[in-house]
């Protein structure tokens, strides 16, 4: 690729930004280019990051451009967007860029002065004729997942759900007369790359609830797992696929929430960075480790200074390695759909007298299936927990989960929807717990809206021999929900209706209840070459349900 990567410059003071992913049509206003900064202009320089994954050997994005907006409820139709267009589209690897790794993909971009509410990031349609960028990676698709399978490596497409209408990043952000704005967008492949069943084979969907860092107000933490607990070639006995995240409370005060996080290189070095603090200031995270076969250790109190990097002024978790314990595990899936199935889980537990739980584990479900593809393992130990000691070691106390041993509670989420209350599961070594579906609710003042329409066959597919289908339900560019259409294929009505969608009604407007909906079909027993994504249709919720939508199959 043509641009550079980076541990992020020396800056100073903190700002995260939560971002939604937004689908809802083309269009806007004059575009501009990256070009320097005049007196009326500050300069923007954006790069992209990512959390940890062990899931897979490479995730590929192609990225065309940056579009930036006043408001934060526009819509990609709408007027008033300034828009940045790469020269070329430029393909980055995201599994490059962990522990604390940017790569600059928007380099000194001039924005006119003022107040920002909304950023969207534009990735090159999956789909599209492979890009120059894409072809000179090697790549089958722009945008692409690479993983090892029984015997060799396997290039799988990651479908990016309305690309066109780019990736919203939504938060306040000021760009001053002559100013200077670094900002790093961060993805979470180990998270929202979400594998999903197709007939014989597997695809991956991007689902992200991203967020973005204004680097000069963050800071990092380094630390080290002791290689002795990892597993390899000489120690198969080890731990791996380890996670090491940063929390703090959420919003509500209810629970933990992750800040950022990362994974651990082949010498068990980890770096959390870049972490929200303040300039001039100092702030404490808890830091949770976890890994598979191992248990779970979480450090309280760790200090984090605004402006600090990598390789500057990093908080040391402590000075010698952490030794972590091995364990055994269980696994734990949910026995049918939970609704809709565009949600995530969390799995939580808590330190006995302590009043907050910390987030263990987290994954998306199968968008079209509404379970995890694959049940997802759960550890039976006990926490490990201290608190931070000046970076000297720390003294770790094991302890019963407050939910008690193998136990953990469970809470189903979703973009739009109301967090589920909590449930719990537990399990012993090598056995499957049933997870009880749930139906999450929607949060006043929205209220539950509906789609009717019909989806139509031009007759250019009827040869392809498709028998699955399922009609995509998108806000944001996240995928709400889906619902299976396979009987259209063989002839039958092809009428729909999707429902408990959050929206508006006629006395309350909800700004942003766009829904993009499109159809995926595929033969279920030779997927190459034989899956089909109708174009897309914009749906407006925010002032009701809405009737005679037409999809075509084409």
């Not at 191992?294 to 402590?318: E, F, H, L, N, S």
């Not at 106390?397 to 041993?405: I, N, Q, S």
């Not at 139509?456 to 339900?473: F, H």
């Not at 002839?491 to 006629?506: A, E, I």
């Amino acid at each position: 690729m043509n641009n550079f990567s980076r541990y992020a410059r020396a800056a100073v003071g903190a700002l995260i930004l939560p971002v939604l992913l937004v689908a809802c049509g083309g269009g806007g206003s004059s575009g501009s280019s990256t070009s320097s900064a005049s007196p009326a202009n500050g300069t923007v320089e954006a790069a992209i990051t990512d959390a940890p994954s062990s899931n897979f050997d490479h995730v590929w994005v192609t990225v065309e451009g940056i579009w930036f907006h006043t408001s934060s409820s526009a819509e990609p139709q709408q007027a008033g967007w300034i828009k940045y267009s790469l020269p070329a589209p430029v393909t980055v690897d995201l599994t490059t860029l962990t522990n604390g790794e940017l790569d600059d993909v928007f380099p000194d971009i001039s924005l006119p002065a003022g107040d920002y509410q909304q950023i969207r990031l534009m990735l090159a349609p999956t789909e599209d004729g492979l890009t120059a960028s894409a072809k000179s990676d090697g790549l089958f698709y722009n945008n692409e997942v690479d993983y090892t399978g029984s015997s060799s490596t396997v290039a799988a497409p990651l479908r990016i759900p309305s690309p066109r209408s780019g990736i919203k990043l939504v938060g306040n952000f000021q760009v001053a007369p002559g100013g200077a704005l670094d900002i790093a967008i961060d993805f979470d492949i180990g998270h929202q790359v979400v594998e999903y069943a197709i007939g014989q084979g597997v695809e991956f969907m991007l689902k992200p609830v991203l967020t973005y860092f204004d680097l000069k107000n963050t800071g990092a933490i380094i630390g080290q797992i002791d290689p002795n607990s990892i597993q390899s070639s000489t120690n198969t006995s080890g731990g791996y696929n380890f996670i090491v995240k940063a929390e703090q409370l959420s919003a509500d005060g209810l629970y933990h929430t992750v800040v950022r996080a990362t994974t651990v290189d082949s010498d068990g070095n980890f770096i959390l960075y870049p972490i929200p603090v303040a300039a001039g200031t100092t702030k404490d995270y808890d830091i949770v480790l976890r890994g598979r076969n191992v248990d779970t250790y979480i450090v309280k109190g760790v200090p984090v200074t605004g402006g600090t990097t990598p390789t500057r002024g990093a908080t040391p978790v402590q000075s010698t390695p952490i030794t972590m314990t091995l364990d055994s595990e269980y696994t734990a899936n949910y026995t049918s759909a939970v609704s809709p199935t565009g949600a995530w889980t969390s799995f939580y537990q808590m330190i006995p007298g302590d009043t907050i739980p910390y987030q263990i584990r987290y994954r998306h479900l199968d968008p079209f299936t509404g379970v995890f593809l694959n049940p997802i393992p759960l550890s039976t130990g006990p926490l490990y927990w201290g608190t931070y000691n000046n970076g000297q070691p720390v003294s770790f106390a094991p302890v019963t989960p407050e939910e008690g041993a193998a136990t953990f509670d469970v809470v189903a989420n979703s973009l739009f929807y109301t967090r589920t209350p909590d449930g719990t599961v537990a399990g012993t070594a090598n056995t499957l717990s049933s997870l009880s579906p749930v139906t999450l609710t929607i949060p006043p003042p929205a209220v539950s809206d509906s789609i009717t329409g019909t989806i139509t066959e031009n007759g250019n597919v009827s040869g392809m021999s498709l028998d699955t289908a399922y009609l995509v339900v998108v806000r944001g560019g996240f995928v709400v929900d889906t619902q299976p259409e396979s009987s259209l294929l063989a002839g039958g009505n092809p009428s729909f209706k999707l429902s408990n969608l959050p929206g508006g009604s006629s006395s309350v407007t909800i700004p942003g209840a766009y829904y993009t909906l499109y159809v995926i079909a595929w033969n279920s027993t030779s997927v190459d070459d034989s899956t089909v994504v109708t174009r897309s249709t914009v749906v407006d919720l925010t002032q009701g349900s809405a009737t005679g939508v037409t999809l075509t199959l084409q």
